[in-house]
């Protein structure tokens, strides 16, 4: 049973930094994009960033220039660094998955259980 568990999350001031980790684990063949999507109150989900197997990363457009994806392919773990936090990055951060488990060949989304942010101005 694939599992993804998140940490990281809390309360920081304005220009302040975070850091929220995933870690992914459970019968696992292959990772085929990692990454983050967040969701503030009242608002859709939208992404934050994500990394493909092949290496690229991609992030939202409101971030851009201020978090950090990282990703440890050995260790099935990608870690989020969110640097200069406002309080319009207060959301609760989801950690997502394209995994293939091992015995089969199809590739299934995965989710995390959320870790609240809260930016304080």
């Known amino acids: 049973q694939v599992q993804l568990v998140e940490s990281g999350g809390g309360l920081v001031q304005a220009g302040g930094s975070l850091r929220l980790s995933c870690a992914a684990s459970g019968g696992i063949f292959r990772i085929y994009q990692m990454g983050w999507y967040r969701q503030a109150p009242g608002k859709q989900r939208e992404l934050v960033a994500k990394n493909t197997s092949g290496g690229s990363t991609n992030y939202g457009d409101s971030v851009k220039g201020r978090f950090t994806l990282s990703r440890d392919n050995a260790k099935n773990t990608v870690n989020l660094q969110m640097n200069n936090l406002r309080p319009e990055d207060t959301a609760v951060y989801y950690c997502?998955?394209?995994?293939?488990?091992?015995?089969?060949?199809?590739?299934?989304?995965?989710w995390g259980q959320g870790t609240q942010v809260t930016v304080s101005s």
């Open positions: 997502y998955a394209f995994i293939r488990t091992i015995g089969t060949p199809a590739v299934n989304g995965y």
